[in-house]
C-alpha cells in the first residue's frame, strides 16, 4: 500500500479531509434523527460565546468564562450526550447576535428550547424580554412580574442560572439601587450591553 491509498495507515489526511468527513459525520447524524444538540463558538466583544441548540431551537449561550469544555459535558449529562459540532444549525443564532451586538436588531426572533429552566426560575425568564431595550428593572420589579414580589433572591438566582444570556436579557435586571448586580458573564460584560443598548 502506498500513502496515497486512503486505506494505508501511511495516507497523508489533511484538513480539508477532516473538515469533509465532520460535515458527512453531521449531515448523517441529522438525518438519522440522532444529533441532538449542535454546537458552534463565535467570536464576539464579550469574547468567544459557546451557542448550542436542540432541533427544538437555541439551547444554551455560555460565556468562555464559564468553562466552553464544562458547559458541554453539563448539556450532555442533563440533556444528551449525543453532541456534535455542527456549525451550520446556529448560523441563524450567531448571524442574530452579531446583529444585536452591532447594534442592527433590539430584540431577537430565535426558536428556543428553555428544557434547562424550570419552576419560577422558568416563570422569571418568561418576564425577562418584557423589559424594553435600553430599559431596566430591579429585582424587586422582576419578582412583581412574576407573580412573587418577595422572591427577590429567587430571581437573582434565575438570573444567575439564565441557560440563554443576551437571548434572554437578564443584563436589563438591575440591584434596587441601580448597581449592576451580579451576571453569568462578568460585570465587564454587563455594562458592556447596557452601554450598547443606551447608546442606540
Not at 458552534?40 to 436542540?54: D, I, K, Q, V
Not at 442592527?104 to 418584557?130: Q, S, W
Request: net charge neutral; hydrophobic share 45%.
Amino acid at each position: 500500500m502506498s500513502p496515497t491509498d486512503p486505506l494505508s495507515p501511511l495516507a497523508v489526511v489533511d484538513d480539508g479531509d477532516l473538515a469533509r468527513l465532520h460535515a458527512r459525520l453531521v449531515a448523517d447524524a441529522a438525518a438519522h434523527g440522532v444529533l441532538d444538540i449542535g454546537y458552534r463558538t463565535l467570536e464576539t466583544p464579550l469574547g468567544t460565546l459557546l451557542l448550542a441548540a436542540t432541533e427544538k431551537g437555541l439551547l444554551r449561550v455560555a460565556f468562555a468564562r464559564e468553562g466552553h469544555d464544562a458547559v458541554l459535558a453539563a448539556l450532555a449529562a442533563r440533556v444528551s450526550p449525543r453532541i456534535l459540532h455542527a456549525p451550520a444549525r446556529l448560523d441563524a443564532a450567531a448571524r442574530e447576535i452579531d446583529d444585536y451586538l452591532a447594534g442592527r436588531i433590539r430584540a431577537f426572533d430565535l426558536p428556543v428550547d428553555l428544557r434547562l429552566a424550570t419552576g419560577f426560575r422558568r416563570e422569571v425568564l418568561d418576564h425577562l424580554p418584557e423589559i424594553p431595550y435600553g430599559r431596566t428593572a430591579s429585582y424587586t420589579q422582576v419578582a412583581a412580574a412574576a407573580g412573587r414580589p418577595r422572591a427577590v433572591r429567587a430571581v437573582g438566582t434565575a438570573c444567575a442560572t439564565n441557560p440563554l444570556p443576551l437571548v434572554l436579557p437578564c443584563h436589563r435586571v438591575l440591584r434596587s439601587d441601580g448597581s449592576l448586580g451580579g451576571y453569568l458573564g462578568g460585570p465587564e460584560a454587563k455594562k458592556l450591553l447596557l452601554d450598547l443598548e443606551r447608546a442606540a
